[in-house]
Nanobody, 116 residues
Framework: EVQLVESGGGLVQPGGSLRLSCVASGFAFDWYSITWVRQAPGKGPERVSSITKDGRSTTYADSVKGRFTISRDNANNTVYLQMNSLKSEDTAVYYC?????????WGQGTQVTVSS
């Protein structure tokens, strides 16, 4: 059974930092790219960042470039999202997602709230 479990969300003040984790199981983790997607209240999903299976290539949404860093640890089936200089507009539920060419799998999400 494929599982993606996110953690690390919480309440943080503007300018603060959080590190999200996504632990995967049930598939060949090191064969696939992984994507972080977020959804803010009343808005559609936004792709935040992706990382290739070997971690050598990453992409970021313009809204987070220079502030967020994605990385992965294939030995521990984990993808991270380091989020710095957080802004109120980063408030959302953050999900990790993997796509095997036929089906997308999502975790349950972790809430990030940026507020003073």
């Amino acid at each position: 059974e494929v599982q993606l479990v996110e953690s690390g969300g919480g309440l943080v003040q503007p300018g603060g930092s959080l590190r999200l984790s996504c632990v995967a199981s049930g598939f060949a983790f090191d064969w696939y790219s992984i994507t972080w997607v977020r959804q803010a209240p009343g808005k559609g999903p936004e792709r935040v960042s992706s990382i290739t299976k070997d971690g050598r290539s990453t992409t970021y949404a313009d809204s987070v470039k220079g502030r967020f860093t994605i990385s992965r640890d294939n030995a521990n089936n984990t993808v991270y999202l380091q989020m710095n200089s957080l802004k109120s507009e980063d408030t959302a539920v953050y999900y990790c997602r993997y796509y095997n060419g036929r089906t997308s799998y999502w975790g349950q999400g972790t809430q990030v709230t940026v507020s003073s």
